[in-house]
Each structure stands twice: as C-alpha cells, then as structure tokens.
C-alpha cells in the first residue's frame, strides 16, 4: 500500500485534515536544526543573479525541496516479493513561492508532476502558496563571484566530474570551441577536490579568451533527513540550476552527456519494476525539462543529450582520440559516494564502476584507468553481497542478450520499457527510435564482448589453474557450471503460453497459436478494447461495459502507479466522451480517478446482476446511466445547433469501438497473418451491439505477465472453461 507523505515547506502549517504530527518539514536557511535544508550556488556573481526573474527563483527552491525530500522519505527496498510494487510512495508538497498564479497553472502543475513521477518514480503532488517573506537569491550565493569575462556564452552544459561529462566537455571546448557556462551539482565534499582538478584542465584546454563559467550547487541537510541514500531527483536540481544559468547568459538550451546505455537503463532483471533503475537522462525526462524550462520562459527551449547514441565505449574512445586520455583518471563515476577515499575514488561494485572498466578494455584503454584507483576489483575478487553478485551477472546477462536480438519487434517485445523512450526522439518516427536503439544495444553488446575477450586473455592461466574465486566476473563468464547457480532473479522466463495477449508497460504483447510474440505498440485504445473482449469470451458485452471496463483498467494502472495521470489522458485512455478527466487543461488527481473509477465499476456489477437475474428492463435502464456518465463530457449541442440524439451517440459508439480494434487488427496483420484473419471473422469477433469472442472450439488465452501473476495472484482472470481441461 502507498504511503503518503505531506511535505510541508518554509514554514508552512499544515492543511486542514492532515495530522500535523506526522508531516516532514524542510526549511531552506532557516527553521529548526533538525528541519534545515541548506542550499549554496557558488560562482555566481551577485550583479547577474539580481536579474533572474523570480519564477526561476522558485524553481530553483522548489528543486532543492524535492532533492532533500526524496532523501528524508525511506524507500520499500526489501519489497522482493512484489518486485518492488511498495517502492514508490506519495508525495504531498506544500510550498511558498514567489509567483503562485505561474506554479497554479494546470499546464505547470501537470507537468511538473508528471516529469517528477517519472524521474523520481514517486507519486507527486503540489500545492502552492503566496511566499510571505521569500529569501532573496543572494543569500544562497557563495563567496566565490568571479566577474564573467571572455566572448558571450553559446552553450549551457551540465558537469558532474563523471566519465561522460568529462567527454561532453572536451568536446565542447575542443571540438565545437563553444564558450561554456558548466553547471555542476556537488553533493559532498568529497567531490569538491575533484571537480577542481578537472576545473582547471577545463580552464587549460579552453585558453584565456573564453574561459568557461563553472556554476555550482551544493545541498546538504540535517543528518536526521537524510533517510534515503537514492538520489533520483538529483538529476531535476541539476537542470533546474542550469535554466537558471541559461536565463542569466541568455540561451535557450542546455545540454547533458550521458551515453544512451545509461539513459535507457533497461532493468538487469525482468522481473524488477518501477524505479530501481535511474532515469536521470532518459528521453521522457529530457522532454520533461524541455515542456517545464519552454513555459518558464515562454519560448521554446531545449534539453538534450549529445551523447544519445553512443556507448559507453565510444564515450572512451572520444576521449583517448582526443587525446586527452591522462584526464580520465581525474574522473569519477563512482555511485557510492559514501565509500569514497582519496587512494579508491571508486567503489568498484556499483554498475556505473562495472560500466565504466569494461568500456575501458573494450578499447583497450584499460592503463589510463587504474586499478588501484577501485576498492574492490569485480574481474578477479568475489563479491560478499548477494546483491553485487546478481548486479554483476545481470549486467553481462542483460548485454548478451540484447547483442543477440534481431528486430525492433523482438526489441520491444523483450523490454517493453524502450516504449516510454521511442515517443520522445525529436523529428524521428517510434519506428526509426527503435531501429536506432537496437543498433546502439548491439553494438554496447559486442563492447561487452570484448572487454570479456580482453580480460579472459589476460587471465587466461588463473583461469586454467582455478585460481580465481567462483563469484568472480572472470568465472561468471568462463565457468559453465556458474550457470546453474545463477540467482533466482535473473532466472529465465517460464514457458510462456500457446495464446496471450498482455500489457508490459506502453506496448502490447501477443502470441497466436504457439507462434512468434510480438509488440503491438501504436493502439492503445484498440487494444485494450480487444483484450477485454477476448478476456470475457463467449459472454456478450455492450459498447458501454467494453469502454467502462477499459477505463476502469486505465485508473487501476494509474492509481497503482503503473501509468502516470498525464498518460492517462495522452495516451487515449481518457476518451473524449468520458467523464471529465481533466478542467482546463489539469491533469486529474488521484481522488478523481477513483471516483471516476468507483461509479463505473458500481454500474459494472448492477448491470452483471441484472443480466444474472433476468432483468432486461434494469438492464437496459443501467447502460442508459452508464453512456450518460460516459459522455458528460461531451458537448450537448452538435455542429448544426440541435442537441444530440442519444441514438446517434451510440451509434459512434459502436463506429468508435469497432474502427479502433480494425485498425488493432489491421496491425496485428503485419506480424501474424492467421491471427488477423481469426480476428477478422466476424462469425468469432461480433462487434457493434453485440460484442462477443466466441470461437469453437474454445480457446485458451492468457492475458496477464507471468511477473504480475507471481506477484499477485488474484489478477489471474477468472474465466469458467468450455470444456475439461482447459483454463484461461
């Protein structure tokens, strides 16, 4: 079950209903020590800062909200029974702010939380209030204010001090000879001496006439926030600093370097969802920025990542042909910030360490990259931890796999997650994204490949003399007896069944009589209307009880965080004839998807009993309430000035349900030509007042994931057999 968290903000009491007792209060500068948040920019010169406009003021506090937030409120992490179903939790903001009539607007507030709930895989809700006494910008601004010299600045470009964005740097400076304002989140003070070594190779290779601007933000808070050591909003302070600095030199875009691998970070293991993996520059996230930072400043404006398309290997490899292969040892990408020390900056557990030394070998680069600069050496040492032993054979796991995929179906078939990225390419079709991020996973693959050759060469004795441990990555990969002891969570899919048709994330996933799977990703209605129809096989179903039964679906899946509310509404499951969704432009809270959700599902079940007693009189006088609540929504007087004639909104109805599977079908015929036709049959699919799957014989589907059935049980839909034997 969720858990709801009231954020309450500078000061703020706590709103009516809301136990007082158990809200988390943050202050920025000020408050109670054990409430203190502290924010610092440093490098900022207070001469320029006085012109930034205060809504980015209140951006910038919102951020460092958020960030610590998301640190104070404790993550479900031992939730493995559920797969991590109890990770996300809900997260009520309440915060002062300088332009409350800017940060009330639906639009913003859709996109605000629609943005947050996708990075931070938490449940965002906000509420804003006029700012009594607001902090001025000056006040969180260090005493380092160096005055901008040089050429005016053509480029804004996040820097972590990290592998990719040392590359993006180099490339700036060297290649593009941008003069570059960087913007860099310090979060401890471990990393301040290394950002300031790599500062001043930056300030060398960019000489005296364009000298870049490095504008950093550090937050910390009271240690008894600090509950959550995940930092996934850390990526929204970041760029939320950088529009800031963008405002100030007057650009209308910003950059991030991260190689497309890690913007994807397709999940290790199959079965673990939500969250778990980071999203920071995921296409959806970057589109995020994009909408949120262009209404802002009421022009359009840009977040990108250069760095898309590339592996982690390539990313090496610009470096070293840059020549600028001694600064690699000067970055860090290390996630385990904690066990940092001046002889191991690196971990060398954590999969950004992993990522990072295989590229390494993939290119044979692997002496610029020292490892005595690593705590613990993954390739030759075995791991104590469970955790880190299924990281590291999920991680080799999950590249072989991906090598050895062949077509973009088969892609998304496999990981239907690349459904939430393809949409957000600019100026490219779901189709080209796809072929371009199979490409980009096969060649990561064949890195991995390399690297594996390179380090099984080189310890190629101790692996015919047995002298490295078990659990090492070097036996992980040469040992075939390791494979039986693989653990449980990177165990292969069970046999799947001969007929099923099932939602994985965005896409739809069908197989036909033992054939080929394949995804169905660019009908959402369609398909939903024709799951729900073969899933009530041989019973006769109305328009109104397949439309309400599917949007009753689409409010489950977005109240159990499966999709966002604004998905709900872009990706067609709130139909236009619904009930209002939304008012103006708002995205829709929780409390009215389960309202909207509660009347249908109550008319759902008196109708069923009306059918059940024999009663077509209530019958019919239930689906008379059930296409009123359906079409509230819509306009009462047509184009010709008459009021509608409920006959004639039926009968689009009908047309609206029966177009939408065609065209469903008419796409399923592109990969299975039987299943089309089986479809097609109209004597097997009725569609229009009638709508019934009643083939003969019976045939037995499956329309939930093997995850979610394992999960939870009482999803397995409970349909009666046609004869012994069989099972749905």
């Given amino acids: 079950m969720r858990t709801n968290n009231v954020i309450l903000c500078g000061g703020l009491t706590a709103p009516a209903k809301t136990n007082e007792d158990d809200a988390i209060r943050l202050h920025l500068l000020h408050g109670p020590p054990e409430e203190k948040v502290n924010l610092r920019i440093e490098a900022l010169p207070q001469s320029v800062s006085c012109s930034l406009p205060p809504v980015y003021h209140d951006l910038i506090e919102i951020a460092a909200y958020v960030y610590a937030a998301d640190q104070a409120v404790r993550r479900s992490c031992q939730d493995t029974d559920t797969f991590g179903a109890q990770w996300r939790q809900s997260l009520r903001f309440h915060l002062?702010?300088?332009?409350?009539?800017?940060?009330?607007?639906?639009?913003?507030?859709?996109?605000?939380?629609?943005?947050?709930?996708?990075?931070?895989?938490?449940?965002?809700?906000?509420?804003?209030?006029?700012?009594?006494?607001?902090?001025?910008?000056?006040?969180?601004?260090?005493?380092?204010?160096?005055?901008?010299?040089?050429?005016?600045?053509?480029?804004?470009?996040?820097?972590?001090?990290?592998?990719?964005?040392?590359?993006?740097?180099?490339?700036?400076?060297?290649?593009?000879?941008?003069?570059?304002?960087?913007?860099?989140?310090?979060?401890?003070?471990?990393?301040?001496?290394?950002?300031?070594?790599?500062?001043?190779?930056?300030?060398?290779?960019?000489?005296?006439?364009?000298?870049?601007?490095?504008?950093?933000?550090?937050?910390?808070?009271?240690?008894?926030?600090?509950?959550?050591?995940?930092?996934?909003?850390?990526?929204?302070?970041?760029?939320?600093?950088?529009?800031?600095?963008?405002?100030?030199?007057?650009?209308?875009?910003?950059?991030?370097?991260?190689?497309?691998?890690?913007?994807?970070?397709?999940?290790?293991?199959?079965?673990?969802?939500?969250?778990?993996?980071?999203?920071?520059?995921?296409?959806?996230?970057?589109?995020?920025?994009?909408?949120?930072?262009?209404?802002?400043?009421?022009?359009?404006?840009?977040?990108?990542?250069?760095?898309?398309?590339?592996?982690?290997?390539?990313?090496?490899?610009?470096?070293?042909?840059?020549?600028?292969?001694?600064?690699?040892?000067?970055?860090?990408?290390?996630?385990?910030?904690?066990?940092?020390?001046?002889?191991?900056?690196?971990?060398?557990?954590?999969?950004?360490?992993?990522?990072?030394?295989?590229?390494?070998?993939?290119?044979?680069?692997?002496?610029?990259?020292?490892?005595?600069?690593?705590?613990?050496?993954?390739?030759?040492?075995?791991?104590?931890?469970?955790?880190?032993?299924?990281?590291?054979?999920?991680?080799?796991?999950?590249?072989?796999?991906?090598?050895?995929?062949t077509s973009q179906n088969e892609l998304l078939a496999s990981f239907p997650q690349m459904g939430r990225a393809v949409a957000y390419i600019p100026n490219q079709s779901p189709d080209q994204a796809a072929q371009r991020f199979l490409d980009l996973h096969k060649r990561h693959g064949r890195d991995i490949e390399r690297a594996l050759e390179s380090l099984v060469k080189k310890h190629a004795l101790d692996v015919v003399h047995r002298r490295l441990p078990g659990d090492c990555l070097i036996r992980i990969v040469t040992d075939t007896r390791m494979t039986a002891q693989a653990p449980d969570a990177l165990a292969t899919t069970p046999d799947l069944p001969a007929n099923y048709m099932w939602r994985r994330g965005n896409v739809w996933e069908i197989r036909f009589s033992n054939g080929k799977s394949f995804p169905i990703q660019h009908h959402e209605k369609g398909c939903a209307y024709l799951h729900r129809i073969l899933r009530s096989q041989s019973e006769i179903l109305s328009v109104s009880e397949v439309r309400s039964a599917v949007a009753v679906d689409a409010c489950d899946m977005a109240l159990d965080g499966q999709i966002s509310e604004q998905e709900l509404i872009t990706s067609g499951f709130a139909m236009t004839h619904g009930l209002p969704m939304a008012d103006g432009g708002a995205a829709v809270d929780e409390t009215a998807i389960a309202s909207y959700r509660n009347e249908l599902s109550k008319l759902r079940d008196l109708l069923s009993d009306a059918k059940e007693f024999n009663n077509p009189e209530e019958a019919a006088r239930i689906e008379e309430v059930m296409d009123d609540v359906l079409r509230r929504v819509r306009k009462d007087v047509g184009p010709d000035g008459k009021s509608r004639k409920l006959q004639d909104l039926r009968k689009r109805e009908r047309d609206a349900l029966r177009n939408n599977i065609d065209r469903t079908i008419d796409e399923i015929r592109e990969h299975d030509e039987a299943l089309a036709n089986h479809l097609a049959n109209r004597k097997l699919l009725r569609l229009g007042v009638e709508n019934c799957y009643d083939p003969e014989p019976y045939v037995s589907w499956a329309f939930d994931p093997p995850s979610l059935v394992a999960a939870h049980p009482a999803a397995t839909p409970k349909v009666a057999p046609r004869y012994a034997g069989s099972s749905a």
């Fill in 96 to 405: 002062p702010v300088r332009c409350p009539d800017f940060w009330k607007r639906p639009e913003v507030t859709a996109t605000l939380s629609d943005l947050l709930g996708f990075l931070g895989d938490h449940f965002f809700t906000f509420h804003f209030y006029p700012a009594k006494k607001p902090v001025p910008l000056q006040q969180y601004l260090g005493l380092e204010a160096p005055a901008i010299t040089g050429a005016p600045f053509n480029q804004v470009a996040m820097f972590s001090g990290g592998l990719d964005s040392l590359a993006g740097a180099i490339d700036e400076i060297e290649r593009e000879r941008n003069h570059v304002a960087f913007v860099t989140h310090i979060p401890t003070s471990k990393n301040i001496g290394i950002i300031r070594r790599l500062r001043e190779d930056l300030a060398k290779l960019a000489g005296p006439s364009a000298p870049p601007l490095h504008v950093g933000m550090e937050v910390n808070k009271a240690k008894s926030l600090g509950k959550e050591y995940t930092q996934r909003t850390r990526s929204f302070l970041f760029a939320c600093l950088g529009a800031a600095v963008a405002k100030l030199v007057g650009l209308q875009s910003l950059r991030f370097y991260e190689n497309g691998v890690i913007s994807l970070n397709l999940p290790l293991c199959a079965q673990v969802v939500g969250g778990r993996a980071t999203r920071t520059t995921h296409p959806r996230v970057l589109a995020g920025f994009s909408k949120l930072f262009s209404l802002l400043s009421e022009a359009t404006f840009t977040v990108e990542n250069p760095y898309l398309w590339h592996t982690k290997a390539d990313v090496v490899r610009r470096i070293v042909d840059a020549g600028k292969g001694p600064l690699i040892a000067r970055s860090v990408s290390c996630a385990h910030t904690w066990e940092r020390t001046n002889e191991h900056t690196h971990c060398g557990l954590c999969s950004q360490c992993l990522d990072r030394r295989l590229a390494m070998f993939a290119i044979g680069a692997e002496d610029l990259d020292p490892a005595s600069h690593y705590k613990f050496d993954i390739f030759t040492q075995a791991p104590s931890r469970d955790a880190d032993r299924i990281l590291t054979a999920g991680y080799i796991e999950r590249a072989r796999t991906l090598s050895m995929i």
